[in-house]
């Protein structure tokens, strides 16, 4: 990444018109500014950040928070209401794909009007005119109208154009269809790649695809900027703010608010909670905190929370006290990469474990077993542990810890992806040829 800015943006904001009926349309335009007949509506409003050259910038929200308002206003396709905007290059919109293709013109005229329409001259796409073929993969329907195209057909061709005429800055929506799924993960190869030296900026409801592929991330909640920065933050924010919705208005108790004693007096034993770890106050946490998660444990054999070796059983236990009565517990944990991926995760709603009702002023350890740790990559993992009240579908989370316990997965053999299966047999057969 260098220093040189490619897009600044200075409260860049949007504004719609919204009409109650059409006919209010038709009004407005006759009496044009002296009367009103709209309502504002602010999609965006005094967003401000500057992009950086070789930066891959995720952009999180949720549904109707203003994330393609600002792609397409990057892309030049809306026009801000107010603001400064800079763009400092060639943009590749991987948006609408296709849209401006003309239907009557064949896929060899529809690239080069395209590819001028970004700002290539004729010799420079003739350059790359083949590697877009290849991309497209269409063969001979190159040279037919693009009206005679399947939609798949038509989508290859506007990705492998945008894709292939050197842009300068990508802009992608996830929401982005372009076919059969062999293209798609050529698609997202090719995006890749680009990430390694060029400028993206990646809109997604795949908090996990930000983490991994993003330098960064902008989180963008009711139309404006609720945070900027380090890819693995932003997103928890973001989870944490999603979840909260869920569980405004709850009369929950002050965190510091006294325990009651537990009616059996077992305030703990050190015995049963060797190995343990006392949840420290800098552990990123939410939650009503009807149950407060005091201690966490990782442990496989004699090792805790240090190494956790692959093929060995592991136990993930964590003690607890319930601070209300919780009707309905389902209590869970994450495991996750250190990029912030989810790699496993379980919980007893999943596991089938039916859960009684857990009594408030009461202490509750619970322990997971697990047969076999999956043979993962070499490295570094945190265990995020949760308990919520409710269904999986419908529920208040009471604590949630982020990475609550960080340790090392040593693997019995190297997995080439993120993790492999324990056993595999080979069988090898010859025959005469
Ligand atoms: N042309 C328009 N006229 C009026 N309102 C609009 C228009 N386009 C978008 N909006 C509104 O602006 C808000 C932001 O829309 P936008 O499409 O940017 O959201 P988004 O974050 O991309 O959502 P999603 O994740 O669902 O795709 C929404 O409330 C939407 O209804």
Known sequence: MSD????????????????GQPIDRLKQSIWRSRKKFFREFWALRDASFEIRKGETVGIVGSNGSGKSTLLQMICGILNPTAGEFHVNGRVAALLELGAGFNPEFSGRENVFMNAAIMGLSKPET????????????????????????SSGMYVRLAFATAINVSPDILVVDEALSVGDIRFQQKCMAKIKSFCENGTVIFVSHDTGAVTELCSRAIWIEKGEIRMDGEPKSVVESYHQYMYEGDINGTDAVEPDSPLKDSPDGDNGDADTEAGFLQVSDDVRQFGNHNVTIEKVRISSGANCNGVIRSAEPCEIGLIFTARRDIASPIIGFLIKDRLGRDIIGD??????????????????????????????????????IAIADGTVEDHEQCHWLYDAVAFKSTPVKVPAGLFSVLNTDVRISQTKV
């Open 4 to 19: 040189e800015i490619v897009i600044s943006a200075r409260n860049l904001s949007k504004c719609y018109q919204i009409y």
């Open 126 to 149: 003739e350059s790359c005119y083949d590697d877009i073929v290849t991309f497209a993969g269409i063969g001979d329907f190159i040279e037919q109208p693009v009206k005679t195209y």
């Open 347 to 384: 919980n007893t709603a999943l596991i089938g474990q039916n859960m009684s009702r857990m009594a408030g002023g009461r202490r509750y350890r619970v322990d997971f077993r697990l047969e076999m740790w999956p043979n993962l990559c070499e490295g570094d993992y945190t265990l995020s």
